[in-house]
């Protein structure tokens, strides 16, 4: 069976919009290192849209430094999977266009062999959370309060309190600390 992993960066008062962070060397490797026991990204459009055609266009020019040049490479060359009822297509050759409903097609995943199911974005995580099918959590707390933008779980009732327990930590030099949690 697979396992379904959430991994974000999220600040002290739970925003998780990409623009609120660091996003050093040190988080890249991080994250790549995340993304190789990967064997699917599953997204919503909004996500997708914001990773590709970005990350496979510096995978293809390494126009970046070395360690956001590695995280581009690792990401081109997984699986991908976008839940949209809008996107007409896809350009990536890497990536499925799906129309079922996320909870459907990932709950069929799980029970699948191979590597773990990795979700991105917020929308999407969210749903599958409040429907207890995601097994593992890695969030990276930046050191920041924003005071605004995409929360998780907004919006969402959880129909009884998730517990996790605490696995793993990593302190960053930038101040960011990594919390591995998996469902208990």
């Not at 995340?34 to 459009?45: E, I, P, Q, S, V």
């Not at 949209?84 to 499925?96: G, P």
């Not at 999407?124 to 207890?132: D, T, V, Y």
């Amino acid at each position: 069976m697979r396992k379904v992993i959430y991994a974000t960066n999220i600040t002290i008062d739970g925003c998780c919009d990409h623009t609120k962070g660091i996003a050093d060397d040190e988080l890249h490797e991080y994250f790549t290192e995340l993304l190789r026991g990967t064997g699917l990204l599953a997204y919503g459009r909004k996500t997708y849209e914001l990773m590709v055609p970005f990350w496979p266009e510096v995978a293809k020019t390494q126009s970046m430094g070395k360690a956001t040049n590695e995280f581009a490479k690792v990401f081109d060359s997984i699986e991908k999977l976008v839940f949209s009822q809008t996107l007409e297509s896809v350009d990536d050759i890497n990536t499925t266009l799906s129309r079922a409903k996320p909870e459907e097609e990932i709950l069929k995943l799980k029970q699948g062999e191979g590597k773990p199911i990795s979700l991105g974005g917020v929308a999407l995580s969210s749903h599958l959370i409040a429907l207890g099918l995601v097994d593992e959590y890695h969030f990276v707390v930046q050191p920041f309060i924003a005071g605004e933008g995409t929360r998780l779980l907004k919006g969402i009732t959880l129909p009884e309190t998730l517990g996790l327990k605490l696995v793993e930590s990593k302190i960053f030099k930038s101040g960011c600390v990594a919390l591995k949690y998996v469902k208990q």
